[in-house]
C-alpha cells in the first residue's frame, strides 16, 4: 500500500522567511502527486499538481514544488512566506484506482508578523 | 471550486443513534469519497463512490456504510454513532486527477 510522509508537524516563520515542506511518499510506480492547503476552518483547497511532464510544477499564490522521482519527494516551496500563508499544509499520492488519493498527516505552518 | 455541499454542517448526537451526512454536487463528477479528518491523521478515506450504485471501502471503512442512488448524491451512515466517530467528515468529487472538497461537517457523538 501507498503511504506518504511529511515530517515537519508544525513550522513556524516569520514573514518573508523562505518556506519548504517536505514529503516522501513510497509507490515504485506511476504517481499523480498534489498539495492541498487547509485555512483555518475552511475546507481543503488545491495548491498544485503534478501528472507529467516539467518536475517543477507552479500553483497558485506563488508556492511551487519540485518532483524528485530518485527520492520519491515532492517537496513544497515558496520563496517568501506572507502571513496570510497560515494555514495547513497536504500532500497527496493517488497511485491506484478510482483516483484514490492517499494523504500525509498534514504540516501547520504558522507565518508571524 | 466545484458546487459540493454537505449537510448538515453540524451535529452533536449521542451514543448508539444512527446518523446520516449528506453530500451533494452539481459538477456530475463520476467519483465521490468521504473522508474523516482527526489531528495527527491527516484525512482518512472512509468510502469511495465510482459511479451510481458503485462504491468500495476505504481505509477506515469499520461502522460506517455509503450510498449513492443518483450521480450528484453521496450518503454517509454511521450505524450506530461511537465517541471514535467524533471528527470532522469532508465529502470530496472527481473526475480523473484531482478532488475537490466541500466545506465539511463537524459531528460530535457524546
Known amino acids: 500500500a501507498q503511504s506518504v510522509s511529511q515530517h515537519n508537524h508544525h513550522v513556524i516563520l516569520s514573514e518573508a522567511a523562505s518556506l519548504e515542506l517536505g514529503c516522501n511518499y513510497s509507490?515504485?510506480?506511476?504517481?499523480?502527486l498534489f498539495w492541498y492547503v487547509q485555512y483555518p476552518g475552511q475546507h481543503l483547497q488545491l495548491l498544485l499538481k503534478?501528472?507529467?511532464?516539467?518536475?517543477l510544477v507552479k500553483g497558485i499564490k506563488g508556492f511551487e514544488a519540485e518532483f524528485i522521482k530518485s527520492k520519491f519527494s515532492f517537496n513544497l516551496r515558496k520563496p517568501s512566506v506572507q502571513w496570510s500563508d497560515t494555514a495547513e499544509y497536504f500532500c497527496?499520492?493517488?497511485?491506484?484506482?478510482?483516483?484514490?488519493?492517499?494523504f500525509g498527516t498534514g504540516t501547520r505552518l504558522q507565518v508571524t508578523l | 471550486d466545484a458546487g459540493i455541499t454537505q449537510s448538515p454542517r453540524h451535529k452533536v448526537t449521542e451514543t448508539g443513534t444512527p446518523v446520516t451526512l449528506r453530500c451533494h454536487q452539481t459538477?456530475?463528477?463520476?467519483?465521490m469519497y468521504w473522508y474523516r479528518q482527526d489531528p495527527g491523521h491527516g484525512l482518512r478515506l472512509i468510502h469511495y463512490?465510482?459511479?451510481?450504485?458503485?462504491?468500495d471501502k476505504g481505509e477506515v471503512s469499520d461502522g460506517y456504510s455509503v450510498s449513492r442512488s443518483k450521480t450528484e448524491d453521496f450518503l454517509l451512515t454511521l450505524e450506530s454513532a461511537t465517541s471514535s466517530q467524533t471528527s470532522v467528515y469532508f465529502c470530496?468529487?472527481?473526475?480523473?486527477?484531482?478532488?475537490?472538497f466541500g466545506p465539511g461537517t463537524r459531528l460530535t457523538v457524546t
Open positions: 503534478y501528472f507529467s511532464g516539467d518536475p
Open positions: 509507490y515504485g510506480g506511476t504517481v499523480n
Open positions: 459538477e456530475n463528477h463520476r467519483y
Open positions: 470530496a468529487t472527481g473526475n480523473e486527477g484531482e478532488q475537490y
Open positions: 463512490s465510482y459511479g451510481v450504485k458503485d462504491t
Open positions: 497527496a499520492v493517488n497511485a491506484g484506482t478510482a483516483s484514490k488519493l492517499t
